[in-house]
T-cell receptor, first 112, second 114 residues
Framework: RKEVEQDPGPFNVPEGATVAFNCTYSNSASQSFFWYRQDCRKEPKLLMSVYSSGNEDGRFTAQLNRASQYISLLIRDSKLSDSATYLCVVIAMDMGRRALTFGSGTRLQVQP | DGGITQSPKYLFRKEGQNVTLSCEQNLNHDAMYWYRQDPGQGLRLIYYSQIVNDFQKGDIAEGYSVSREKKESFPLTVTSAQKNPTAFYLC?????????????FGSGTRLTVV
């Protein structure tokens, strides 16, 4: 089993739709969680952190479920510009070192 | 503006040749990392460094080497021992030892073996 798993997609949705991605992780000692966005042939860019209480940034909402060991990203009112690959990142501290594990990404294609 | 600069953007390597990828940051970050990304796959850690003059192997270090002589710089050499080097290489930096900070990535180097 992979340490961090994501549905690779692609998720093909029309503009204005609401779409949600999940990311499951296996290390129960994981401490921090992030969503990154990666456009085709570009570097990943930090989209948002994920907090236990859930957090919202405009049309984006991130949630963490520690009991079931998954994080989610909800995008409301999808725009064409949201088309990208979304990577989840899970961080644990391992003997003083930050151990980041990336998911393989979920591809979103928003269609007109 | 602070950031990470990777160069070159595209690099072509002949069989049996060593090549060096540059990564420079002016964010005053202690920790720097090299990742490799293959098409449709996630990022895999090659090497990382948490402090000057120290670095550690990641998950796929074979065929690669690094140095960390300055805080700002973390070059990666892809040696001839790396049998399948064609990939997208990403350098990143972060605040060392802080679990709540994400990474900042450079714009990447796309390496192709010809």
């Amino acid at each position: 089993r992979k340490e961090v798993e994501q549905d690779p997609g692609p998720f093909n949705v029309p503009e204005g739709a609401t779409v949600a991605f999940n990311c499951t992780y296996s290390n129960s000692a994981s401490q921090s969680f992030f969503w990154y966005r990666q456009d085709c042939r570009k570097e990943p860019k930090l989209l948002m952190s994920v907090y236990s209480s859930g957090n919202e940034d405009g049309r984006f909402t991130a949630q963490l479920n520690r009991a079931s060991q998954y994080i989610s990203l909800l995008i409301r009112d999808s725009k064409l510009s949201d088309s990208a690959t979304y990577l989840c990142v899970v961080i644990a501290m391992d003997m003083g070192r930050r151990a980041l594990t990336f998911g393989s990404g979920t591809r979103l294609q928003v269609q007109p | 503006d602070g950031g990470i600069t990777q160069s070159p953007k595209y690099l072509f390597r002949k069989e049996g040749q060593n090549v060096t990828l540059s990564c420079e940051q002016n964010l005053n970050h202690d920790a720097m990392y090299w990742y490799r990304q293959d098409p449709g796959q996630g990022l895999r850690l090659i090497y990382y460094s948490q402090i000057v003059n120290d670095f550690q192997k990641g998950d796929i270090a074979e065929g690669y080497s690094v140095s960390r002589e300055k805080k700002e710089s973390f070059p990666l050499t892809v040696t001839s021992a790396q049998k399948n080097p064609t990939a997208f290489y990403l350098c990143a930096s972060s605040v060392s030892g802080q679990v709540n900070y994400g990474y900042t990535f450079g714009s990447g180097t796309r390496l192709t073996v010809v």
